[in-house]
């Protein structure tokens, strides 16, 4: 059984930055395909980054060019490097990860194991 917990959340103004971390324990880490996804208000889990074995990476449309997934392996931990932070990205974010998982995939559905989840609020 796989365990993740996000930290790093919090308040932040419009234009700044805020990096999340999702500490995985209770697995092989080098096996898991690791993703976060968000959650805004009254809205769907919307995909954000995903990242495999190899460090293929893959983003969703709305954070490509201002987010960054990262991973250390010795630390059994994935990041989410996010500048230029605006309104639209406040939600609840998730971390997510799936057992040999070949590439990026930005499916919910797809994953396994998800974290609580880490409150992000962008104020202007």
């Known amino acids: 059984q796989v365990q993740l917990v996000e930290s790093g959340g919090g308040l932040v103004q419009t234009g700044g930055s805020l990096t999340l971390s999702c500490a995985a324990s209770g697995g092989t880490f080098g096996d898991l395909g690791m993703g976060w996804f968000r959650q805004p208000p009254g809205k769907e889990r919307e995909f954000v980054a995903g990242?495999?074995?190899?460090?293929?990476?893959s983003y969703g449309d709305s954070v490509r060019g201002r987010f960054t997934i990262s991973k250390n392996n010795a630390k059994t931990t994935v990041y989410l490097q996010m500048n230029s932070l605006n309104s639209e990205d406040t939600a609840v974010y998730y971390c997510?990860?799936?057992?040999?998982?070949?590439?990026?995939?930005?499916?919910?559905?797809?994953?396994?194991?998800w974290g609580q989840g880490t409150q992000v609020t962008v104020s202007s």
């Open positions: 990242i495999v074995w190899n460090g293929a990476a």
């Open positions: 997510a990860a799936r057992r040999w998982l070949p590439s990026p995939n930005s499916r919910p559905n797809i994953y396994t194991y």
